[in-house]
C-alpha cells in the first residue's frame, strides 16, 4: 500500500476530476477533502487492505460528486439568473496573490486544475446538459481514459451500462451549439478588438465582430448586476455592452487567460469584479459567459 505521502499526491487528480465534474472549484475542494476524510476514518486494517489507494479515492470522489449533481439540479433551480461554471485564472499570469483566505504558502486549488479545453467554459456548458450519471462515465473515459470496469464502481452500473452512458453523453458534445475554434493567437486578436471597441463604446465596431447571432450568458447569482435572461442577436448585446459601460465608469479591462482560453478581466480599483469568457465561430463571438457572482472570483483573488 502506499504511503501516507503517496496518497497525499493523488489530490491533484482528484481537484481536476472534481472540477470538470462539478464547475465549481470551491464544491471540487470539498469533494476531495470529504474523500480523504473518508480514507482516514477507515481502520488502519481496513486502509491496509486496499491494494489501490489511488483508485479508492478516485470511486468515493466520483460517488460524492455524482450525489452533488443530483442535488444540484434542485440547487440551480433556485439560483438568481442562469449558473454558469466558475472560472479559472492562468497561474502563469498571476502576480502575488492574496492569502488571506488560504493562509501563507498554501497551494490554492487552482493551481493545481490543469487548463484545457475540458475546462473551458463552452465546454462546461455543455456537461451542464448531461444527467448526472452521463457527466460521470464521459468525463472519467473520454477526459480522464479510466476504463469502464473502474467507472462501474462508481456508478454502480454495469461497464456496458457505463458505456452507452458516455456514448450518450458524446453524442451532446457532438451536437452543441457553436462548436467553432480558434487558434489561441486568433482568438487573443479577436478578444483584444472586443476589449478596444468596448473601451470606446464603439457599437458599430462591436456589431462587427460579433456573430449576428451571438447570444450573451451572464451568472450574478443575486449577488451583483446581471441579464436574467441570455441576450441574442449582435445588436442587442452590442447595445448591453456599452450600456454595461456607461453604467460602471471607472472599470479597467484586461485581455487575460479564461479556463484555458482568452478572455477579458474587469477590474475595479484593483479588485476583479467581472471575467468574460468567448467563443468563436469563423473569427467572430458566437457565445459571451460573463460571470459577476463574486463567490465565483475567489480563484482571481490577487490576479493581475
Known amino acids: ?99 488571506s483566505t488560504t493562509g501563507a504558502g498554501a ?49 454502480g452500473r454495469s461497464p456496458a451500462a457505463c458505456k452507452q452512458l458516455a456514448s450518450s453523453a458524446r453524442r ?21 478588438r472586443v476589449k478596444d471597441a468596448w473601451e470606446r463604446k464603439d457599437v458599430p465596431a462591436l456589431v462587427a465582430l460579433l456573430d449576428p447571432a451571438v447570444v450573451m450568458t451572464a451568472d450574478g447569482g443575486g449577488l451583483a448586476g446581471a441579464a436574467l435572461r441570455p441576450l441574442a442577436g449582435g445588436g442587442l448585446v452590442a447595445q448591453y455592452m456599452v450600456a454595461i459601460a456607461d453604467k460602471a465608469p471607472g472599470l479597467e479591462l484586461l485581455v487575460r487567460s479564461v479556463s484555458g482560453r482568452p478572455g477579458l478581466v474587469a477590474r475595479r480599483d484593483g479588485v476583479v469584479v467581472t471575467v468574460a469568457s468567448f467563443e468563436l465561430t469563423e473569427g467572430r463571438v458566437a457565445r459571451i459567459w460573463v460571470v459577476r457572482n463574486p463567490a465565483k472570483l475567489r480563484p482571481w483573488l490577487g490576479a493581475p
Open 107 to 155: 497551494v490554492d486549488p487552482a493551481e493545481q486544475v490543469v487548463l484545457d479545453e475540458s475546462v473551458g467554459t463552452a465546454f462546461l456548458v455543455v456537461l451542464e446538459t448531461m444527467t448526472p450519471a452521463e457527466r460521470v462515465a464521459f468525463v472519467l473515459h473520454d477526459v480522464f481514459r479510466y476504463p469502464f470496469a473502474e467507472i462501474a464502481a462508481v456508478l
Open 1 to 99: 500500500m502506499a504511503g501516507a505521502a503517496g496518497v497525499a499526491g493523488e489530490r491533484r487528480q482528484l481537484l481536476n476530476i472534481a472540477y470538470r465534474l462539478l464547475g465549481s472549484l470551491t464544491e471540487a475542494e470539498d469533494a476531495v477533502q470529504e474523500a480523504y476524510t473518508r480514507w482516514y476514518a477507515l481502520a488502519p486494517g481496513q486502509r491496509a487492505q486496499v491494494r489501490v489507494p489511488g483508485a479508492w479515492l478516485t470511486t468515493v470522489t466520483g460517488r460524492i460528486c455524482l450525489d452533488l449533481l443530483g442535488s444540484a439540479r434542485a440547487r440551480r433551480e433556485r439560483y438568481v439568473g442562469a449558473w454558469l461554471p466558475e472560472p479559472l485564472p492562468d497561474p502563469a499570469e498571476w502576480g502575488p496573490r492574496d492569502t
Open 172 to 192: 451532446r458534445v457532438g451536437t452543441r451549439p457553436g462548436g467553432g475554434t480558434a487558434v489561441a493567437g486568433q482568438g487573443a486578436e479577436t478578444v483584444r
